[in-house]
């Protein structure tokens, strides 16, 4: 009967469309940190294990592997006290997450909990956007940084990258973005972060007049791998939820590596070999059928910043490669520029919208043009500058470029100065270049 009653009343948001009516049982054969293996049958892939133990009640599996009498499933919470010959059962049903209005002006866990009365539960997984359902991006979205709106315009419904290593200011640049953008609601996804900065970004989030308006899901980095992956499900499924009835939504995720990281432990443990430094051949799959879910739709909008970890600052390592070639465009941090005190230390040059040329005007475009020639030619120039070797007349877009440089290094790293319009800074200072 207790087993029955812990399917009944679980912790964790369940889904039973496969279930039948019967209750599988088993037993432990196998416990491994990253796995336990059950005697089993009549299951199947993505279905939930509960291994009832003695002292700690039930706790939940996904089973991800399916062999003859037995099934491979990984641990979706800490298995404590779970041992060999545990009873075991599973009802076939899966795992889904808490969505709805009730998540608005929250801090949640991986699956949305704990639960609120105007709360429902959906499927977090195998949901692709069919494509009449999608619309073209036509409408810039204005991010309050001058580099992005000026020089790299992302659209509302865009999918962007903001690649950086450790420290630079990824986190930062995100609330910063999500303090100036203009949105309906917004979500936003802590993979992987350290305790103590998820606790401060909740804080930072929760003095914003916008809080009433936003979602933060959280699975820190002590969460096992399986619950650092249903935390980005989660927050895409409650972006989705909104955009089905008519939002503009902004979804930041900070960060992907980690969640590629997440699906390497489960990938790795059901013995796929790593493929490409360390990283298994399904990590495309599992990136594209997160990132592929925003875009533009019918009815409402996601828009998603998605923070990639740059491993050693290797702009060609495993994650980063494979985020470049899914996203419309990516923002580029440089640690450069971080350490000599420039914030945002956006890294133009190396930044990108592939959607840019269709949201904004032609006039705008050769405006962007012009004041990318020149920082391109400032940073050529750099050595001369260091030997003292620059001198005048040998290049008329360098020499502009250097008449303006001050005023280039104030547009694009304003600090805590108010900012103006960043369009009518651009056209002033292309008109100086011209």
Known sequence: MKVIEEWLEPRLPLIYRNCDGLVRTGRVLAV???????????VSCGSLIAVHTQRHGARFARVRTVREG????????????????????????????????????????????????DCV????????????????????????????????????????????????????????????????????????ERGR????????????????????????????????????????????WLCERGRDVLLTVDSLTRVANAWREIALAAGEPPAHRGHPASLVTTLASIVERAGARTQGSITAIFAVLVDADDQFEPVTDVVRGLLDGQIVLARSLAETGRFPPIDVLRSASRLMHRLVPVHHMANAALVRKALAALERAEDLFAIGAYAPGGDAMLDAAVAQRDRLERFLFPGDRARSDPLVELAEIASLLR
């Open 32 to 42: 491994a940190p990253a796995e336990i293996t059950v005697s089993m049958r009549g």
């Open 121 to 192: 539960v959906v499927g977090i997984e195998d949901r692709a956007v069919p494509l009449e359902r999608r619309r073209p991006i036509e409408e810039p979205l204005c991010t309050g940084i001058a580099s992005i709106d000026a020089l790299c315009t992302i659209g509302v419904g865009q999918r962007v990258a903001l690649f950086a290593g450790a420290g630079v200011g990824k986190s930062t640049l995100l609330r910063l973005i999500a303090q100036h953008a203009t949105f309906d609601a917004h979500v936003f996804a802590l993979i992987g």
């Open 197 to 240: 900065e998820a606790a401060e970004t909740v804080a930072r989030l929760r003095e914003s007049p916008r809080w009433p308006a936003t979602t933060v899901v959280c699975a820190t980095a002590e969460a096992p791998p399986h619950e650092r992956l249903a935390a980005a499900y989660t927050a895409l499924a409650q972006a989705e």
């Open 70 to 117: 037995e099934v491979g499933a990984v641990p979706i919470e800490p298995l404590r006290g779970v041992g060999v010959g545990d009873r075991a059962s599973s009802t076939n049903a899966e795992l889904g997450s808490f969505c709805g209005l009730g998540l608005l002006g929250r801090a949640v866990d991986a699956w949305g909990g704990p639960r609120h009365p």
